[in-house]
Nanobody
């Protein structure tokens, strides 16, 4: 069974940092495109960042310069380094690969 498992969320003060991890297991073959999404209470799920197998990245404007997505293909893991966090970054963060979604990890940024 293929799964994605996120970890690394938590409570942090504004200006702080967190690093999220997304581990893929049970997959055969490589995962070309992995995305990080987030959903704030009462809001829609929105795309935060993506990374391809060879490391090409995309970021939504509001996180550019603060978030960095990376991957370790040997470990089947994708990371999201989040710096200079703001209260508006508070959300459940999800990892996505094709039709597969993780369970999400809560990120809360206090002002």
């Amino acid at each position: 069974q293929e799964t994605l498992v996120e970890s690394g969320g938590g409570l942090v003060q504004a200006g702080g940092s967190l690093r999220l991890s997304c581990v893929a297991s049970g997959r055969t073959g490589r995962t070309d495109l992995v995305g990080w999404f987030r959903q704030a209470p009462g809001g829609d799920r929105e795309l935060v960042a993506t990374i391809t197998w060879i490391g090409a990245t995309y970021y939504r404007d509001s996180v550019k310069g603060r978030f960095t997505v990376s991957r370790d293909n040997a470990k089947n893991t994708v990371y999201l380094q989040m710096n200079s966090l703001k209260p508006e970054d508070t959300a459940v963060y999800y990892c996505n690969a094709g039709k597969l979604w993780g369970q999400g990890t809560q990120v809360t940024v206090s002002s």
